[in-house]
C-alpha cells in the first residue's frame, strides 16, 4: 500500500525568508511520481511542481524546488522568498507510474502554512 | 481555456437523500477523477472515469457512483446520505495518453452539508 506522511499540522514563516514543508513517502513501486499542491481556503487545488521517482534532477519550479532523496524516501517542497500570498494549505501527493490511464492520487494530511508580514 | 468547473459549489441535503454533482474537465481533457475531502484531512480518492467507464476506484461504498458522458463531463451520485458524507467533493481531470509528470488539474469543489 501506498502511504504519504506529513508531519508538520502548521507552519509560520516570516515574508521574504525560505521555508521547507517535510513529506515522507511509502510505496512498493519502483517508479511512482511525486506532486506538491497548494490549496487555498477557496478549496481549489493548484499544482506546484512534480518529481518522478527516476529523475536525477530535484525539480525546481520559479521559487518551489523539492528536496528529493530517494534513499530516505522524502521528497520535501522548498519554498523561497515567502510572499503573504503563500499562506495556504500545502499537499504532498504520490502516484504510481504505469502505462495508461492516469493513476490516482494518494494525498497526506498537509500542512497549514502561514506567511507572516 | 476553460479549466475544470464543478457544480454546483454549496449543497445542503438531509439524511436519506441524494445528491449528483457535476464536473466539466479542463478543455483537451478525457479522464476525469473524483476525491473526497473532509474537513481537514487530504483527499481521498472515490473513482476514475475515462472512456465513459469506471477504470479505477477506492474504498468507497456502492452508495457512490458515477457516469462519464461522450463530451467527457462527469456527474458524481451519492445515495442515502450519511452525516459522514459532508465534505468537499473535488473533480480533476488529465489526459489518458499523457505523461505521468502531468498533473492533474482540479475544480474548485463542491461543498456538501448533510443535516
Known amino acids: 500500500a501506498q502511504k504519504i506522511t506529513q508531519t508538520q499540522p502548521g507552519m509560520f514563516v516570516q515574508e521574504k525568508e525560505a521555508v521547507t514543508l517535510d513529506c515522507t513517502y511509502d510505496t512498493s513501486d519502483q517508479s511512482y511520481g511525486l506532486f506538491w499542491y497548494k490549496q487555498p481556503s477557496s478549496g481549489e487545488m493548484i499544482f506546484l511542481i512534480y518529481?518522478?521517482?527516476?529523475?536525477?534532477q530535484n525539480a525546481t519550479e520559479g521559487r518551489y524546488s523539492l528536496n528529493f532523496q530517494k534513499a530516505r524516501k522524502s521528497a520535501n517542497l522548498v519554498i523561497s522568498a515567502s510572499q503573504l500570498g503563500d499562506s495556504a494549505m500545502y499537499f504532498c501527493?504520490?502516484?504510481?507510474?504505469?502505462?495508461?490511464?492516469?493513476?490516482?492520487?494518494?494525498f497526506g494530511t498537509g500542512t497549514l502554512l502561514a506567511v507572516q508580514p | 481555456d476553460a479549466g475544470v468547473t464543478q457544480s454546483p459549489t454549496h449543497l445542503i441535503k438531509t439524511r436519506g437523500q441524494q445528491v449528483t454533482l457535476r464536473c466539466s474537465p479542463k478543455s483537451g481533457h478525457d479522464t476525469v477523477s473524483w476525491y473526497q475531502q473532509a474537513l481537514g484531512q487530504g483527499p481521498q480518492f472515490i473513482f476514475q472515469?475515462?472512456?465513459?467507464?469506471?477504470?479505477q476506484r477506492g474504498n468507497f461504498p456502492d452508495r457512490f457512483s458515477g457516469h462519464q458522458f461522450p463530451n467527457y463531463s462527469s456527474e458524481l451520485n451519492v445515495n442515502a446520505l450519511l452525516l459522514g458524507d459532508s465534505a468537499l467533493y473535488l473533480c480533476?481531470?488529465?489526459?489518458?495518453?499523457?505523461?505521468?509528470?502531468?498533473?492533474?488539474?482540479f475544480g474548485d469543489g463542491t461543498r456538501l452539508s448533510i443535516l
Open positions: 480533476a481531470s488529465s489526459l489518458a495518453s499523457g505523461y505521468s509528470n502531468q498533473p492533474q488539474h
Open positions: 518529481q518522478g521517482s527516476y529523475d536525477e
Open positions: 472515469y475515462y472512456e465513459e467507464e469506471e477504470r
Open positions: 501527493a504520490m502516484t504510481p507510474v504505469r502505462s495508461g490511464a492516469t493513476n490516482k492520487l494518494i
